[in-house]
């Protein structure tokens, strides 16, 4: 559901956060008529028929929004270049940064009341919905520039490795516009189709946002309350375990450990006290006896070795990224450290 940028050479050659979760291209390559092109009438037109029949949407409405929505080239050079890619330390560089740490910090003294009360309600601490929303979109600064309505449809119809994922997002765009009376063709987000300061897809939208400001509307799109509430809520409703740990550095000797490496799988399959077995310690106290996940990262230095609870997993329900969930992690103690220095 990501996303800061970067640039490259090129300004369609971006390095973004996450498949799912990232800000918008630069907008000429987004918008500019000469990187437009026309939907396939042969995809379309059985997606169409689909929602008709399906959903009860009136074709002629469909045909008039389609005629107005285009394929956009950047989208899909956008998801050929994933952040994920990189090695760690390059990728701890984009979202470990003096600003994002101060800013995170700020984010928390301002909605300090709505976090505690996410947190009351959900169990997921400031620190770590802070994380999240800083690592998307700079504390919604950075929300994408992109009609989602084109990158959907972009996706759905021109992206064939996923277009069956992305015809359901778009699927659930439509019907999320609907129920809430918004206008598809005035909403922007990033080049994968996530929206707000969140950078939920329409179909974690629909699923998980929350009313947190008592409006009577889940409004990702303009509420930090929304917001804040919709992401304690996805991770609470993914299994996250109040006042568990996340991570620990482990250290690790011999060779049998390697055996335990699964490309960065999180999924945590062994107990600190079972890892031992295989030459791995953790560097700092943490519970021996709770299930992990042994990961290794690129660091500037050489390759750091990481024991991730529980909790590392469900943040990874989020952005399918070990990168990603120890990004968040790290950014979260950082801006928590820098909020205790503001308030003493």
């Known amino acids: 559901m990501t996303r800061v940028l970067r640039r490259a050479a090129h300004p369609c050659r971006i390095l973004v956060a996450g498949a799912l979760l990232g800000i918008g291209l630069p907008s000429g390559c987004a918008y ?3 990187n437009r092109a026309p ?26 929004l389609f005629a107005k929505a285009r394929i956009l080239p950047g989208v899909l050079a956008a998801m050929q270049r994933p952040a994920e890619a990189l090695p760690w330390y390059r990728y701890r ?29 959900y169990g997921v601490p400031p620190q770590i ?22 990158s959907l449809t972009t996706l759905a119809f021109d992206y064939p490795p996923r277009s069956a994922f992305f015809r359901s997002e778009l699927a659930q765009f439509l019907l999320l516009t609907r129920d809430n009376h918004l206008d ?45 509430g919709s992401v304690a809520n996805y991770l609470n409703a993914h299994g996250w375990t109040a006042g568990a740990p996340v991570a620990v550095r482990v250290r690790v000797s011999g060779d049998r450990y ?36 042994l990961l290794r990262l ?15 997993y469900v943040i990874t329900r989020y952005n399918h990224s070990a990168l990603y969930a120890m990004a968040v992690f790290q950014l979260s103690r950082e801006i928590r450290a820098a909020r205790d220095r503001r308030n003493p």
Do not use: C
């Open 129 to 150: 919905v802070t994380g999240i929303i800083g690592v998307e979109t700079r504390y919604g600064s950075h929300v994408g520039t992109i009609p989602v309505l084109d």
């Open 258 to 293: 390697q055996d335990l490496l699964k490309n960065n799988d999180p999924t945590p399959r062994y107990t600190l006290a079972e890892l031992s077995n295989f030459g791995v310690v953790a560097a700092d106290p943490a519970p021996q006896d709770q299930p992990v996940a």
């Open 93 to 121: 560089a984009i979202f470990l940064t003096p600003s994002r740490i101060q800013g995170g910090a700020v984010f928390w003294d301002r909605y300090a009341d709505i976090l505690q009360r996410a947190q009351q309600r």
């Open 184 to 228: 598809p063709l005035a909403i922007k987000g990033s080049y994968a189709g996530a929206m707000g300061m969140p950078q939920f897809i329409s179909s974690s939208y629909r699923r998980y946002a929350v009313d947190f400001d008592g409006d009577g509307r889940r409004d990702l799109l303009n509420s930090p309350a929304d917001a804040i």
């Open 298 to 312: 690129k660091g500037p230095q050489g390759d750091e070795y990481w024991a991730g609870f529980h909790n590392f």
């Open 39 to 64: 939907i396939p009438q042969h995809e379309l037109q059985p997606f169409v028929a689909e929602m008709v029949r399906d959903h009860g949407f009136s074709r002629p409405q469909l045909d008039a």
């Open 32 to 34: 500019s008529s000469a």
